[in-house]
């Protein structure tokens, strides 16, 4: 980037990574775009709302929650070159011999990259988690956080992947299904986009849990898959509990961790012990099956990265014999709620489900069509709003039961990001007289 004029379309978490380090290149010159320019710039970068004013950059940096497929994303490919943080900062590790692993999947990546590093370390290899869980690679490698013997540990989004060329290291994948059809178009090129990331890298590299390997044999060679259970066995790895982890999917999700580590060179029998005591101590990170409440006997747990059908059925899977209260929906992006009912349904009462917009009525009505194939009553109220919903949570919930916020849907109908409506789920639980756990 020394001497080059560098774009920057978008000024998030990335977008700012990027400024930080075209400044720390010598960039002859950086410029911002972004829908609301931001006021808080280095001095000298100027910023503005117009994309097609980042054509005369040699070199743009596209965040990562802009789509390539948009008109003024290709428009602008096709008259400068455009690059991610993630994919320079990949492509500067790999040359620095860092041993890396990137884990990606539908749900269960920020589980597992956290897992796999928490392994790494208790085996007495340092280990740094980074990525799309929370910290830009471009600023682990500016913070020169990764010394002599560290690996690292990337949580890799859809979006970051479909970005990234030519990269070769370790890799795991934990679970497919449709997701972020608006930006990639369609599930094939989801699919294709989210293991992009992948495409040059080696036989017997990626670990594939085996709810995805089907999907994954389509794009990319079998001879890079590897099965965990061809290198953690299913009796080895119920010797590695996850004592603080509900559902049967995080057992899967402690397997992909546990291979992919033992691919990097994890000696699982010399280390047993340690990796053992860090798998059954590691808590579920925030806002994945996290409780946040009680209230009354009633425990409420925050599950608010819960964003298709497929993960709000591992929810419930995972308090199976338990009462729940699901609360769920959000924006709708014409994603499929059949399954997911009728295993609601199947649950015999157990699981009654309180709607909210948009996707709240396709739901309700997918939950009536069901009960009614089966006969019964159909578990569901239709309410308004999250507050609406929480409220009459709050009324019928009984004590020994749990209300679990797992929307199926993303959250930007109604609120900036998933961490706002996490907020304002627990902070409507506070105000209710709940107690935080």
Not at 60 to 79: K, M, N, Q, T, W
Not at 158 to 177: D, H, I, K, N, R
Not at 302 to 325: N, W, Y
Request: hydrophobic share 45%.
């Amino acid at each position: 980037m020394a001497g080059r004029r560098v774009g920057v379309w978008g000024y998030g978490r990335e977008g700012r990574a990027a400024v930080r380090a075209a400044l720390a290149a010598g960039a002859a010159g950086v410029e911002v775009v972004d829908a609301v320019p931001p006021a808080d710039l280095p001095d000298g970068v100027p910023a503005g709302t117009d994309v097609a004013a980042l054509a005369g950059c040699d070199l743009v940096f596209r965040s990562p929650g802009i789509s390539p497929y948009r008109e003024d994303a290709r428009a602008l490919a096709a008259r400068t070159t455009l690059t991610s943080g993630t994919g320079v900062a990949l492509a500067e590790f790999a040359a620095r011999d860092v041993p890396t692993l990137c884990v990606t999947g539908t749900k269960g990546k920020s589980t597992t990259s956290a897992l796999a590093a928490a392994v790494l370390e208790a085996a007495g290899r340092p280990a740094v988690h980074a990525g799309n869980i929370g910290t830009p690679l471009l600023d682990v490698l500016l913070d020169d956080a990764v010394g002599d013997g560290t690996s690292l540990v990337i949580e890799v989004s859809s979006y970051q992947a479909a970005a990234v060329e030519g990269w070769s290291g370790w890799g795991a994948v934990t679970s497919l299904a449709p997701e972020h059809l608006d930006w990639h178009g369609d599930v094939d090129t989801y699919y294709r986009d989210k293991l992009h990331v992948f495409a040059a890298c080696g036989p017997g590299t990626v670990v594939v849990g085996p709810q995805a390997r089907s999907i994954v044999e389509r794009h990319l060679d079998p001879e890079v898959l590897v099965d965990p259970a061809d290198v953690v066995p299913e009796a080895r790895l119920a010797g590695f509990r996850p004592e603080r982890l509900a559902g049967v999917h995080n057992v899967a999700n402690v397997h992909v961790a546990l291979a992919a580590c033992v691919r990097m060179g994890v000696d699982l029998d010399r280390s047993a012990e340690a990796v053992r005591a860090a798998v059954a101590d590691f808590r579920a990170l925030p806002h994945r099956l996290y409780p946040v409440a009680t209230r009354d006997g009633v425990t409420f747990v925050d599950d608010t990265l819960s964003t298709t059908p497929v993960s709000v059925r591992a929810a419930i899977d995972a308090f199976a014999g338990q009462q729940v209260t699901l609360i769920a929906g959000g924006q709708d992006r014409g994603l499929d709620y059949t399954d997911l009912a009728a295993a609601v349904v199947a649950r015999g009462g157990s699981v009654q489900v309180l709607t909210v917009p948009d996707t709240g009525a396709r739901l309700a009505a997918d939950l009536r069509a069901a009960a009614a194939a089966a006969g019964v009553e159909a578990p569901v109220t239709e309410t308004g709003s999250l507050a609406d919903a929480v409220a009459e949570a709050l009324r019928t919930a009984r004590p020994g039961g749990l209300v679990l916020l797992s929307p199926g849907a993303p959250s930007y109908n109604r609120f900036r990001n998933y961490e706002e409506l996490a907020r304002t789920y627990e902070q409507i639980l506070l105000d209710a007289g709940a107690q935080r756990v």
